[in-house]
């Protein structure tokens, strides 16, 4: 399997992949679809949080089509190494800040400056995604912008309703076997 950038600066180029089995990078069509959901409100000149980096893809997406500022988190020296790798192939490091720590003990800690979009995409069958929202939403103004989105990528048969009283699903997709939710403020 081969990922790519799809559009903007770095329209093209390929991106490794972490070895073995702990990630599981988003399929390009799903990517595509996934910046075309999104407005470009969303990503022209924006900060963006890839929470699970994994390979970097959807944070160097988004700053192959413009936004300001991504920071990539995760917790494995693999996964680090690789996205740090695609960022250079990519020529976007400039843009970039890469965090070597677990998310949930990410989440805990201040954040000066809110993001705009904030992408969680954790291993699956673990039912993290619900710890990361749980984190999310208990320090929302120091991670979320005012009119900031959390978008989630999990398989389907993960999702569950969840009570948050700060965010709101407002729209969900299928493509096979990955679900994107899109969560804005209440």
């Not at 903007?8 to 972490?18: D, Q, S």
Request: charged share 25%.
């Amino acid at each position: 399997m081969a990922i790519r950038v799809i559009s903007g600066t770095a329209k093209g180029r390929k991106l490794k992949l972490v070895p073995g089995d702990t990630t599981r990078p988003i399929m390009d069509r799903v990517k595509e679809n996934l910046f075309n959901l999104v407005s470009a409100d969303y990503v022209h000149n924006n900060r963006w949080l890839d929470l699970f980096g994994g390979t970097g893809s959807v944070g160097i997406e988004a700053l192959s089509r413009g936004a300001a500022h991504v920071t990539f988190v995760d917790k494995s020296r693999t996964a680090i190494r690789v996205i740090r790798d695609n960022l250079i192939a990519t020529q976007l490091s400039d843009k970039a800040t890469i965090r070597q720590a677990d998310a949930f003990q990410f989440l805990e800690k201040p954040n000066e400056t809110p993001f705009d979009v904030v992408y969680i995409a954790p291993p699956q069958y673990h039912g993290m995604w619900v710890g990361a929202m749980i984190g999310v939403e208990q320090a929302l103004d120091q991670f979320v912008a005012s009119d900031g989105i959390v978008i989630v990528q999990i398989d389907p048969k993960e999702y569950m309703e969840m009570t948050l009283t700060k965010l709101k699903l407002y729209k969900q997709r299928t493509y096979g076997t990955t679900m994107l939710c899109f969560y804005e403020r209440v």
